[in-house]
C-alpha cells in the first residue's frame, strides 16, 4: 500500500473492507447476470416491441454522463484556472475512466449477438461489408472509442509522477518493478516535467471539445431518430449539461464520504465543496432550461406526437417517474441557493445523490417512456423491468464501486507532488551505496540539492560555467527551471496538429472510401455520399489522431517509456521524487573533468555529490 | 406362398410397433396445374385438395417440396375458396408437423398395433353380429363425405339394430329446425351477397365464421351491398355494418319479430324505430336482399328471417334453396341425448367415436364422461389425446387430412376428394380405414375405398349431366380430373325452388320478455370449439375484436361491467342452473348491454377457461339468469393492443390519387390496402406466418409483447363506446422509400433494393435494435430468444426452404415475400419477359378472402396497384413523417350517400 498515497486509519479500513465485500457481492450478480444473458439471450430483460432500449441503454447514458465529471474538472477547470480542482481532478479522472469502463458493458450486451460487436468496427474482411456510417450508433461508437482513450491517457500522465512516488517507496523488489514499470521510467527531470505540464495542459484543449462532442453524440442516438420525444434539437446542449450534471454529482456523493473517512478535510475544504455546488447547481439550471425546451417546443411545435410524448410523461402510466424527476433534479437541487446546503457535506451529499438518481430516471423518462407510446396506439406497449434488469443495474454500480475502491486504496488519490512536497524523509530509506564498476566510464555526476532554490541556482552557475550536459530532477516541476536549463523548448503542439488532421482526413477517407465508393448502400434514400453523416465520426478521428500525436511527441520529447537510466543508480535518488532535487552533470560534456565537476558541485550547495555509474 | 406371406405378416407384424416401412401398393396422386412428370426436385408441387371445419371443405392447394407439405393457398376453382382460404387452412400445416399428435395406437394407455386393434375389434362386433348390432353406437362429428356416409351406411346395413349419432359443439341445430318447419324437410340456404343490395345480419357472423365465410366474404365485398347489423358481441361481420345496433340474445330474437312484424307477417306488438326502418331499407330491395340469422339465434329468429325473405321475394334470388348438403341432416343435440338415454337404458355395449371430443364439449347436463364409462367398449380416434381419448378402452390416432385419402363437400355441396400428400407421419388411419376394419377389411386402404365409392356415384354423377360412364377408362378420367382440380364437377347440392309453407306466419311465438344477465355462447375465433386448441398457430392469431391471443375472457359491455362492478382482468365466478365457471372479464366496446358472451373451446391447454362447464341442453346457445359472483382475484389478458382507442390521431390523412412515377429500375414494387374490405379474419397474418417461417412465441412472450407477427391487424373503436365504429388495419411494413430504420443501422443490416424493397440481412444483423425504434410504423420484430425451432426434427419439416429460419437476437420483418419475387423473376428471365402484373402474389393478399390486400409493379402503366392508386383516394400510414412508404391505403369515399 502506498504510503502517503492514502492515510487510511483503522476505522476507514474496516469500512474499505465492508464497502469492498459489497461491491464484490455485486460483480459477482453482475457476473452471474451477464453469463445468463449470454446463454439465454435478451429475452431475461424486459425490453419488448415497441420498448426495444430497456435498462442496458438508460445505464449506458446515465454512466456515460457520469464519465463526463472527470474530463470537465481536470480540462475545462485546468483551462480555466480553476484552482480547487486540485483537490479532486485525480477523483474525478479516476471515476471518468471507471465510468467509461462501465458504460462500454452496455452498448455490446444490448445488442442481440454481441459477440459480432466487432462488425461496427472498420475493417477489411471477407464479407466485403463496412460499417454504415449514417448510424448514431457507429458513430457512438468511435465516440465512446476516442473518449475512452482519451481519458485513460489523461488519467495515466497526470499519474505518472506518482507512480514513480510509489515505485521509490515500494519497499519490496517486486513492487519496485511494477511499479517501475507502471512509472514507465519516470525519472522527474525537467524535461519531463515540462513535457508533462504542456501534454496536461494540450490534452486539457483537446478534451473540452471532446468531452461536448461524446455526450452530443450519444444524444444522437436519441435525436437522429423520429421517436416523439427524442427527435430534438435541443438534446445535444440538453446532453452535455445533463452529463455534466450528473458527474458532478456522483463525484460529490464519492468525494464527501472519502472525506470525511481519510481525513482529507484539509485538502477538499468546504469552499472546494462550495465550488463544486455551485457548478452543480448551474448544471442543473442548464439541465431545467432543456426540460422547459422540451416543453416548450412539445406545446408551440404543434406535433400531436411530440405532445402527446410529454405529456405522457407527467400523466401516463410512468407519471411518478416524471414527478420524481422534477423533484430530484429540478427542486431538490435549489436548495444549493444558500451557502448552508453547499457547505455542510451531508446536505451537499443529499443533494448530490438525488441528482444521481433523479438523472438516471431522466434516461428512463427518455428511454422508455418514449418509446413506449409513439406514433401508432394499436402499437403500444408497456415495459417491466426484470430481476436481471435490476440485478445487471446493480451489478453494474458494484463493478465502478469495486473498481474504484481498488483505485482509491492502491493509487494516490491526490497527486503527491502537489499533496506533500516538504514531507518527513520516510524512516528506513535505504542509503546502500552502489559498487561502482571500476574500469567503467561513470555516466556523470549528481549533486543532491534540499531546496528547489539551491538546485535553479546551481544550474544557473553550471550554465554560466560552461556546463551544457546538464539536467535536473525535482519531486516537482520547479518554475523557471527548463529556462536555466537552456533546454530547447518542448513543442508537443505540431505533432497534435500533424495527427489531428492525418485523423480527420483518415477518417474522412476510411467513410468515403467504405460507404460512398467500396460498399455504397441505399439507406433511407439518402445519397451515399450525404457527408453531413461523416462529421461526428471525423471529428473523433481528428481527436484520436491529435492524442496519438500528442503520444508519440510526448514519447519522443521525455525519452519515456524507459525504464531503466543510469540516475536510478544514485544513491537515495529515490528521493527525487519526494523531498530530493539532483543536478546532473554528464561525462559527456565537453568541459567535464570528475574533480573539478565535484568540486563545482559542492561548491553549488550540493549536500552530496555522487558518481553515477553508467 | 402361403408359408411367404405368414412369414411377412409376422415379420410386418413384428416391425409395426417400430413404426416399419411397409411396401405399399403404388397410389397416385395429382398434382394441380402442370404435370408432374420429371420435375426438378426443388420446383413446388402444388396438390388440390381440401381442410375441413365443422364437416364442411374448404378447396386448397397445398404447396409440397420433395414430398413435404409447406403452404396452403386457395383453390382459385373451388367454390368456398375461389383462391382465399381462412386461418384454420393455413394452421393444418402446424398439426401436420406437431410432435404433439397422437402417434400410437393404445389400448387403455398401452401401445398396440393395428392388427392387435383389428383382432380385438373383430372379436366385439361378432359379438354384436348376433344381436344385430344392437348395442353398437357410431358417434361421429356432422360428415359431409359421401365415402364415409356410404360406408356408414353398409355398416349399418350389416348392424341394422346399431345407430349413427352426429354431434358438434357449434352444430346447425336451429337453422335446421326452422327449416324443417318451414319447408318439411330439409333443405340448405345458400345467399348470393352478390346479388344483394341489403343484408340485414340477424347476429350471423357470415364474414368470418363458418364453411362457407371465405366465399360470402369475397361475395359480399365484391358488392359491397348496405349492411344492417344486429349482434351481442362485435364481430367482424359487424364491425363492416353500415348500421350497427347492440341488442342481447333476447332483445335480438323481440328484434326480429318487430322487423317481421314491420313487414306485415305477423302483428305488430311494439313498434322499433330500428326496425321499421331497417324494413323499409329492405323492401326498397325486393329480390335483392338477404336477412340471415346467426347459427346460434334460435329457430324463431331463423323463421322470422325465412319468413322476411320469402316476404320479400328472396328466396331462389339472393337466398337460395339446396338439397342439404350433409349426409344425413340431424339435429344433433337430440342425437347425442339420445345417445345419453340409451347409454342410461344401458343399450349401448360400443361406442366408436370418429373425432371430436364429446366428454369435453357436450351439454355439461348430460355429464357425458360418467355416461361414457358405462359403456363396456369404448374406441376413440382423434388428432390429439383429448379428454374423450383418455376415457376409452382404444385409441387409434386420426390421420391428417394431408396424410389420408378423404373426400368432403363444401357448403355448396361441391365434393373433393382429398388426396394425402405425405405418407402419415405416424400410425394415424382414416376414419375410412376404421370403418373398412370394421367390415371386416382392416387392410383396405382409403384409396381403394375412395375409388370404390366413386367408381359408383361418378355413374349417377354422369346420369345427372346427361352423359354415361361408359367404360373403366372415363372413370379414369373423371378421377384424373377430380383429383386434379380439386372438386368432382357438378357435385354442387341440386338448387330447389320450393316454397315454404304459406302459414309460416303461425310458427312465430311472440317474443321472451326481456330477461336478467343474459349468456351468448360462440364459437372462438382462433380454436374454434376448441378442436385447434393448442395449434399454436391459430392460439397466436390476436382474435379479430379482442385483440386476444392464447385465452379467452368473458366479453361484456363497459356498462354493464361497471353496473356489475366489474373491470377488464377482475375473475368472476359466473353461475348458472347450479354450474359454476371462473372467467375473467374484458370489458368489449360495442357489446351490448345486459349480456355476456362466452366462447368455447379453451380451458383445455393452459389457456383460458371452458365455457362449456356451464353450457346446458337447455341454454346450448344462449341462456338468462347468469349470476356474476365477483371474486378478489385478477387475471392479466394476453392481449396484443392495450386498448382501441385512436387517442385523436388521424391514421390515413387526407387522400389523393396518385399516379406513379416509372423509376430507372425494372421494376418499382408496390402495395395498396383498402381497409374498408378488412374484415380482421386474420388469414393473411396466418398465411404470412405460414410462408415466412414465423416462429409463435407463446403466451408468456406475447404478454412481454414480443410476438413475431410481419403482419398485424390493427383494431380500432372510433367514437362513443357503446356504439363504436370499428377500423381493421392490416399493416405491416409498409417499405417506406425514406425508410427510417436504414440509416440508424450501424452495420448495414437493412438497406433499401433498386426496386423499393425494404431489406433485411439477417447474417449482417448485430441486433441493436434502432431500426425497431425508429420505425414508426413498429412492424419490426426481435427474437429476443431462440423463438425458431430449430431441434425438433419433425418441426423443421414445417420450415418453408425459400426463406431464413431466423436465429436469436436478429430483428426480422415483412419482406413483401420477396421470395416470391425472387422465384417469379427467375421464371420470367427463363422465358425472356418481364413479370407480369398477377404473377407476384404475396402470402397475405393470397389467402385475403376479400381481395383487401394487392401487390405489384408500379412501373408497369397496366398493373392493378398502378390502376388502383390513379383511380382511387388513397393515403401513406403516417404520411406526414414524410417517409413516403410504398404501401398505400385506399381512404374510402362515402359509400350509400
Redesign the interface.
Known amino acids: 500500500m502506498a504510503k502517503g498515497a492514502l492515510a487510511m486509519p483503522d476505522a476507514a479500513r474496516r469500512y474499505w473492507w465492508a464497502a469492498f465485500g459489497i461491491a464484490s457481492v455485486l460483480v459477482l450478480v453482475l457476473a452471474g447476470s451477464l453469463a445468463v444473458l449470454l446463454w439465454r439471450g435478451l429475452g431475461i430483460w424486459g425490453i419488448n416491441a415497441p420498448v426495444g432500449w430497456g435498462f442496458a441503454i438508460i445505464n449506458f447514458v446515465w454512466w456515460i454522463g457520469i464519465a463526463h465529471a472527470g474530463t470537465l474538472i481536470s480540462a475545462i477547470l485546468l483551462l480555466l484556472r480553476q484552482n480547487w480542482r486540485s483537490g479532486v481532478h485525480r477523483l474525478a479522472e479516476t471515476m471518468t475512466v471507471v465510468a467509461i469502463g462501465c458504460a462500454a458493458l452496455f452498448p455490446l450486451l444490448h445488442m442481440g449477438r454481441p459477440w459480432l460487436f466487432f462488425w461496427l468496427l472498420p475493417y477489411p474482411n471477407s464479407m466485403g461489408t463496412w460499417p454504415q456510417f449514417h448510424s448514431p450508433l457507429v458513430w457512438d461508437f468511435f465516440a465512446i472509442l476516442t473518449y475512452g482513450f482519451v481519458s485513460l491517457l489523461f488519467w495515466y500522465l497526470s499519474l505518472l509522477p506518482d507512480l514513480a512516488v510509489l515505485r521509490d517507496q515500494a519497499r519490496s523488489r517486486r513492487g519496485r518493478i511494477a511499479w517501475c514499470l507502471a512509472a514507465l521510467g519516470w525519472r522527474g527531470s525537467a524535461r519531463q516535467w515540462e513535457t508533462h505540464r504542456m501534454a496536461c495542459w494540450l490534452l486539457a484543449g483537446l478534451a473540452t471539445p471532446l468531452v461536448v462532442s461524446v455526450h452530443s453524440v450519444v444524444s444522437f442516438d436519441f435525436a437522429v431518430s423520429l421517436v416523439p420525444g427524442w427527435h430534438s434539437t435541443i438534446f445535444p446542449p440538453y446532453f452535455v449539461a445533463g452529463a455534466i450534471f450528473s458527474g458532478l454529482a456522483l463525484l460529490i456523493v464519492l468525494v464527501v464520504p472519502l472525506r470525511a473517512l481519510v481525513g482529507l478535510g484539509e485538502r477538499i475544504t468546504e469552499s472546494h465543496l462550495d465550488a463544486m455546488a455551485k457548478v452543480l447547481l448551474a448544471a442543473g439550471l442548464v439541465v431545467t432550461y432543456g426540460y422547459a425546451a422540451e416543453l416548450f417546443f412539445a406545446g408551440y411545435g404543434g406535433s400531436p406526437y411530440e405532445r402527446y410524448a410529454l405529456a405522457n410523461r407527467l400523466s401516463g402510466p410512468y407519471a411518478p417517474a416524471g414527478w420524481a424527476l422534477v423533484a430530484l433534479n429540478v427542486v431538490a437541487i435549489q436548495a444549493l441557493w444558500f451557502g448552508a446546503a453547499r457547505r455542510r457535506p451531508w446536505r451537499l451529499f443529499t443533494v448530490a445523490l438525488a441528482v444521481s438518481a433523479g438523472m438516471w430516471l431522466e434516461r428512463f423518462l427518455i428511454v422508455v417512456v418514449s418509446l413506449h407510446r409513439d406514433y401508432l396506439p394499436a402499437a403500444w406497449g408497456i415495459y417491466r423491468p426484470t430481476f436481471w434488469d435490476w440485478a445487471t443495474l446493480a451489478g453494474a454500480a458494484g463493478w465502478f464501486a469495486w473498481l474504484m475502491l481498488l483505485l482509491v486504496r492502491f493509487l494516490p488519490v491526490m497527486p503527491v507532488a502537489a499533496a506533500s512536497p516538504q514531507r518527513e524523509p520516510a524512516a528506513g530509506s535505504d542509503d546502500t551505496a552502489r559498487a561502482v564498476h571500476p574500469g567503467t566510464r561513470p555516466y556523470g555526476l549528481a549533486g543532491v540539492f534540499t531546496t528547489a532554490g539551491q538546485l535553479v541556482e546551481a544550474v544557473r552557475r553550471a550554465r554560466v560555467e560552461g556546463y551544457r550536459r546538464l539536467d535536473a530532477f525535482s519531486p516537482a516541476p520547479v518554475e523557471g527551471l527548463p529556462a536555466v536549463l537552456g533546454a530547447p523548448r518542448v513543442r508537443l503542439s505540431p505533432a497534435m496538429f500533424a495527427g489531428g488532421l492525418a485523423g480527420a482526413f483518415g477518417g474522412l477517407l476510411l467513410q468515403f472510401w467504405s460507404n460512398v465508393i467500396d460498399l455504397p448502400l441505399a439507406v433511407g434514400g439518402k445519397a451515399a455520399a450525404s457527408w453531413q453523416a461523416f462529421v461526428p465520426v471525423t471529428f473523433e478521428c481528428a481527436v484520436l489522431g491529435a492524442a496519438l500525436g500528442a503520444l508519440a511527441a510526448m514519447a519522443a520529447a521525455t525519452g519515456l517509456p524507459e525504464p531503466h537510466h543510469p540516475v536510478f543508480a544514485i544513491p537515495g535518488f529515490e528521493r527525487a521524487s519526494r523531498d530530493r532535487f539532483f543536478l546532473l552533470i554528464e561525462t559527456a560534456d565537453e568541459r567535464f573533468d570528475s574533480l573539478r565537476t565535484r568540486d563545482f558541485l559542492e561548491r553549488s550547495g550540493a549536500q552530496e555529490v555522487h558518481e553515477v555509474p553508467g | 406362398m402361403k408359408r411367404l406371406l405368414e412369414r411377412r405378416e409376422f415379420v410386418l407384424s413384428a416391425l409395426a410397433g417400430l413404426g416399419a416401412c411397409t411396401r405399399q401398393p403404388r397410389e397416385t396422386i395429382l398434382p394441380w396445374g402442370a404435370r408432374a412428370e420429371a420435375e426438378a426436385p426443388d420446383r413446388p408441387l402444388y396438390f388440390a385438395t381440401a381442410t375441413p371445419l365443422g364437416g364442411f371443405g374448404l378447396g386448397v392447394l397445398v404447396k409440397t417440396l420433395a414430398g413435404r407439405p409447406v403452404k396452403v393457398e386457395g383453390n382459385p376453382e373451388h367454390p368456398a375458396s375461389l383462391g382465399a382460404t381462412d386461418a384454420f387452412a393455413q394452421s393444418w400445416l402446424w398439426s401436420l408437423y406437431d410432435p404433439a399428435r397422437a402417434q400410437t395406437i393404445t389400448e387403455n394407455g398401452r401401445p398396440r398395433t393395428w392388427a392387435h386393434f383389428t383382432e380385438w375389434l373383430g372379436l366385439a362386433l361378432r359379438e354384436q353380429r348376433a344381436c344385430q348390432g344392437e348395442g353398437l353406437r357410431i358417434l361421429t362429428q356432422t360428415v359431409t363425405s359421401p365415402t364415409l356416409a356410404w360406408q356408414i351406411a353398409e355398416l349399418l346395413e350389416a348392424f341394422p339394430a346399431a345407430r349413427w349419432h352426429q354431434y358438434e359443439p357449434l352444430c346447425r341445430d336451429p337453422g335446421r329446425q326452422a327449416v324443417r318447419a318451414a319447408f318439411g324437410r330439409d333443405v340448405d340456404l345458400i345467399y348470393r351477397f352478390d346479388r344483394a343490395e341489403c343484408v340485414v345480419s340477424l347476429d350471423a357472423d357470415f364474414l368470418a365464421r363458418g364453411a362457407a365465410a371465405v366465399r360470402y366474404a369475397r361475395d359480399f365485398m365484391s358488392k359491397r351491398p348496405r349492411l344492417l347489423v344486429i349482434e351481442t358481441m362485435p364481430s367482424p361481420t359487424g364491425s363492416k355494418a353500415d348500421e350497427r345496433r347492440t341488442a342481447s340474445p333476447r332483445e335480438i330474437e323481440g328484434f326480429s319479430l318487430a322487423l317481421a312484424a314491420e313487414m306485415g307477417i305477423v302483428p305488430a306488438t311494439q313498434r322499433e324505430d330500428g326496425a321499421a326502418r331497417w324494413a323499409r331499407e329492405l323492401e326498397r330491395h325486393r329480390g335483392a336482399s338477404i336477412v340471415l340469422a346467426g347459427d346460434e339465434q334460435p329457430a324463431q329468429v331463423h323463421l322470422a328471417a325465412l319468413a322476411i325473405n320469402h316476404r320479400l321475394g328472396n328466396l331462389g334470388r339472393a337466398v337460395e334453396i339446396t338439397e342439404p348438403v350433409e349426409a344425413l341432416p340431424e339435429l344433433e343435440l337430440a342425437s347425442l341425448s339420445e345417445l345419453a338415454r340409451d347409454i342410461d337404458a344401458g343399450r349401448v355395449e360400443m361406442l366408436v367415436m370418429l373425432g371430436g371430443d364429446p366428454v369435453r364439449d357436450a351439454p355439461a347436463d348430460l355429464d357425458f364422461a360418467a355416461r361414457l364409462a358405462r359403456v363396456r367398449l369404448r374406441v376413440h380416434t382423434s388428432h390429439y389425446l383429448n379428454d374423450t381419448s383418455r376415457l376409452a378402452v382404444w385409441h387409434v390416432p386420426e390421420a391428417h387430412p394431408f396424410e389420408t385419402w378423404s373426400d368432403i363437400r363444401a357448403f355448396d355441396g361441391t365434393a373433393t376428394i382429398m388426396q394425402p400428400l405425405i405418407a402419415p407421419l405416424w400410425e394415424g388411419k382414416s376414419f375410412h380405414e376404421l370403418l373398412a376394419a370394421m367390415r371386416g377389411r382392416p387392410d383396405a386402404s382409403g384409396y381403394e375405398l375412395l375409388r370404390e365409392h366413386w367408381r359408383g356415384r361418378a355413374y349417377s354423377l354422369f346420369l345427372r349431366a346427361g352423359r354415361s360412364l361408359a367404360a373403366e377408362e372415363d372413370f379414369e378420367r373423371f378421377w384424373r380430373r377430380s383429383l386434379h382440380d380439386g372438386f368432382v364437377a357438378g357435385s354442387a347440392a341440386e338448387r330447389l325452388s320450393i316454397e315454404p309453407r304459406r302459414d309460416l306466419a303461425r310458427l312465430l311465438a311472440p317474443p321472451k320478455p326481456a330477461a336478467p344477465l343474459e349468456v351468448s355462447f360462440q364459437p372462438d375465433a382462433t380454436v374454434w370449439d376448441g378442436r385447434f386448441a393448442g395449434n399454436a398457430w391459430l392460439e397466436e392469431l390476436p382474435k379479430p375484436m379482442t385483440k386476444l391471443a392464447w385465452e379467452n375472457a368473458a366479453y361484456l359491455s363497459r356498462a354493464t361491467a361497471s353496473r356489475l362492478g366489474l373491470a377488464s382482468g377482475d375473475v368472476v365466478e359466473f353461475r348458472l342452473d347450479g354450474r359454476a365457471v371462473h372467467a375473467p372479464v374484458l370489458v368489449v366496446p360495442g357489446h351490448a348491454d345486459g349480456a355476456v358472451t362466452l366462447t368455447l373451446g379453451y380451458g383445455r391447454h393452459g389457456g383460458g377457461f371452458d365455457a362449456g362447464r356451464i353450457r346446458t341442453s337447455a341454454g346450448f346457445f344462449a341462456a338468462e339468469g347468469l349470476e356474476v359472483v365477483r371474486t378478489a382475484r385478477k387475471h392479466a389478458l394476453a392481449s396484443t393492443?392495450?386498448?382501441?382507442?385512436?387517442?385523436?390521431?388521424p391514421?390515413l390523412e387526407g387522400g389523393r390519387r396518385v399516379e406513379s412515377r416509372t423509376t430507372s429500375e425494372e421494376y418499382a414494387w408496390g402495395m395498396v390496402i383498402d381497409p374498408e374490405a378488412c374484415t380482421g379474419c386474420n388469414a393473411c397474418v396466418a398465411a404470412c406466418v405460414a410462408e415466412n417461417n414465423i416462429p409463435p412465441v407463446g403466451r408468456d412472450?406475447l404478454m412481454?409483447?414480443?410476438?413475431m407477427h410481419w403482419l398485424?391487424i390493427?383494431?380500432?373503436a372510433e367514437g362513443p363506446e357503446d356504439a363504436p365504429r370499428f377500423v381493421h388495419?392490416p399493416?405491416m411494413c409498409v417499405h417506406?422509400?425514406?425508410?427510417?430504420?436504414?440509416?440508424?443501422?450501424?452495420?448495414?443490416a437493412?438497406?433499401?433494393?433498386?426496386e423499393g424493397l425494404n431489406e433485411m440481412i439477417y447474417n449482417?444483423?448485430?441486433?441493436?435494435?434502432?431500426c425497431?425504434?425508429?420505425c414508426?410504423?413498429?412492424v419490426?420484430?426481435?427474437?429476443?430468444?431462440?423463438y425458431a425451432d430449430q431441434t425438433t426434427p419433425v418441426r423443421r419439416m414445417l420450415y418453408n426452404p425459400g426463406v431464413t429460419v431466423r436465429t436469436?437476437?436478429?430483428?426480422e420483418k415483412c419482406t413483401w415475400c420477396v421470395q416470391r419475387i425472387s422465384a417469379a423473376r427467375i421464371a420470367a428471365a427463363k422465358e425472356g419477359r418481364r413479370i407480369r402484373d398477377g404473377e407476384v402474389v404475396t402470402a397475405c393478399q393470397g389467402a385475403c378472402p376479400t381481395g383487401a390486400i394487392v401487390f405489384g409493379d408500379l412501373n408497369d402503366p397496366a398493373s392493378r396497384v398502378r390502376r388502383l392508386l390513379a383511380g382511387r383516394p388513397s393515403a401513406a400510414?403516417?404520411e406526414r413523417?414524410g417517409t413516403?412508404p410504398r404501401t398505400r391505403y385506399l381512404v374510402s369515399e362515402p359509400r350509400h350517400g
Open positions: 393492443q392495450e386498448h382501441h382507442r385512436m387517442e385523436g390521431r391514421l412472450q412481454r409483447g414480443r410476438e398485424r390493427d383494431l380500432y388495419l399493416v417506406c422509400e425514406n425508410a427510417p430504420c436504414e440509416p440508424v443501422c450501424p452495420t448495414g437493412t438497406v433499401h433494393s433498386a449482417r444483423c448485430v441486433g441493436s435494435r434502432y425497431a425504434n425508429n414508426p410504423y413498429k419490426r420484430r426481435f427474437n429476443f430468444y431462440q436469436r437476437g436478429v430483428i400510414l403516417l413523417l413516403r
